[in-house]
């Protein structure tokens, strides 16, 4: 759902109920490796770099109704910032 790159390091996200934040390093894409995941609820659609050890995450909260699925009825706008 959104990447960004920045120096040696790269951040991914996917668009799932419950997001992964994957940094990778690496500028040459053929020696990335994953170096870091972290889960997250809901899901990023904005990546910024803040400074050398910042990373601005925007995206949607997204509850769960009771049977499990997705409400997006509910939903909300998030911001994470991850040292």
């Known amino acids: 759902m959104a990447t960004r790159f920045t120096g040696d390091r ?7 109920n419950v997001d992964p934040l994957v940094t ?8 990335r490796r994953k170096v870091a995941e972290l889960t ?3 899901f990023s659609t904005y990546l910024e770099p803040i400074g050398q050890n910042h990373l601005l995450a925007i995206g949607n909260e997204l509850p769960l109704d009771s049977a ?7 939903r909300s706008v998030q911001l994470s910032v991850f040292d």
Do not use: C, E, H
């Not at 790269?10 to 799932?16: I, M």
């Not at 990778?24 to 894409?29: K, V």
């Open 24 to 31: 990778m390093t690496s500028p040459i894409p053929l020696t």
């Open 10 to 16: 790269g951040y991914a996200v996917t668009f799932r």
């Open 68 to 74: 499990g699925r997705p409400d997006w009825s509910k």
């Open 40 to 42: 997250l609820p809901g």
